[in-house]
């Protein structure tokens, strides 16, 4: 057995900035980042695009895809990708399920819903599948859809909703004639309805149980009314505008009934879990009290949870992610420890064991409760809890691999406000500081990088050379730093080789054993 001791940090969100347009990470005052860029072994990752599976360069690294890549060494086809590959293949609307969804309204002369996430951003969903389901749907003989719209604003420009509704209501007017209606018929923004995760708040399950299912809420003519309306009001990004309903004379256009099916049409499974609790669960579901819930088919786009089987039926097969780290560690004996909080903890455990969310006998895992606010009111964060909760693992002496994930720089990145997430990228130099000297005197290695970029992007130039806030995620390259008593070198370390799926083959070169043959090189 290895005598070595790892410890890995990702400090999400916390890219390295090109352009220095609202770079919060080198405006951050960072002391220990600082020394340890100028005394450690240094290099820097590729966190984005083909490095971590997605479809092109073009599509910004996530935490589901950074994380997988982490965890598992190796680069697998994506959500994003798997689905592009379904559809053009024709195998999506091959399946029995697409066909069981379809058939189920033509022979009740019922409704299909989708519900999702409105945009191109590629991280939990695309507006492309969406309306290639609907033109699928009517060829097919269906004669009604309704759409159930999350605005996004956090993976695409933080007031774009508009784009996305006339984008998808053109595609719905072609569609439209005496066979066939297509309409929107609720929505609201990802971060105050429907879209949760990690069970951090049902709240937001619950009222997008009421928008959607039982078109109960505030109603508007159309969903670009209802965005002006709100923004107007609320003054509100995207991300967190209201909930709404759409209504003809009073009435929802689109409520959820007994015989209609309805496809939550997000491949990403972190945001998708709870809402397909809530339409599979049976009586056992007690999260919030859905009322009269009607009989309907009911499919995500991918399987949201493998261990869990959540939901019952999908169009895609998710991607079968093997051999990862926790895997191999566990087979050489090693006991592993994983901690974050709420907001991050599926992505240090699930998505960290390649969307397994069972641990292995060797793994202990922590979760710490993060605030229910916006995160530009408390920037901090659990940074301090997660730090001191480190630093108890590290001296009890139980624990060969501890792995954490730091939420700072996306989670307060994500609100585009400059100022906090200056704060926030801070509140992790300092956690960083502690855990540091405390782990040098224990004898762990820790190495420190980043899932994908977010604070090192708070602004971006648009089309028209407009200055705009930027809330998504950033295209940068990420950290890679080795800090230890022993001597590493990163090989090529000055070159633009290495991506996300480097770090879990170097982790094995440290405590010294081999990696399995379909992994990634070693950078040291
Ligand atoms: O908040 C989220 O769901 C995504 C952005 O869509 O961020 P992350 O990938 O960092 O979890
Ligand atoms: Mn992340
Ligand atoms: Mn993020």
Redesign the pocket.
Known sequence: MSNKKVILVVM??IGISVTHLGDAVTEANTPTLDRLKKECPYTTLKAHGSAVGLPTDDDMG???VGHNALGCGQIYSQGAKLVNESIESGKMFASETWNELVNNVKTKSSTLHFIGLLSD?N??SNISHLKKMIAKAKEQGAAKVRVHVLLDG??VPATSAPIYIEDLEKCMAELNDATFDAKIASGGGRMKVTMD?YQADWDMVKLGWETHVKGEGRQFANALEAVETLRNETGAIDQDLPAFVIAENGAPVGKIVDGDSVVLFNFRG??AIELSMAFDGGDEFTYFDRGAKPDVIYAGMLEYDGDLHIPNKYLVNPPEIKDTMSEVLEKAGLKSYAVSETQKYG?VTYFWNGNRSEKFASEVWKEIPSDKVSFDQRPWMKSAEITDDLIEAIKSEKYDFIRCNFPNG?MVG?TGSMDATIIGVESVDLGLTRLLKVAEEYGYTVLITA??G?ADEMLEKNKKGEINVRTA?SLNRVPFYIVSKDKYEIKDADSEKYGLANVAPTVLKIFGIEAPACWEDSMI
């Open positions: 999400d969100g996530n935490s589901e951003g991280v939990h956090r993976d995760r972190d945001r992505h996306d994500h899932d994908h977010n995620h």
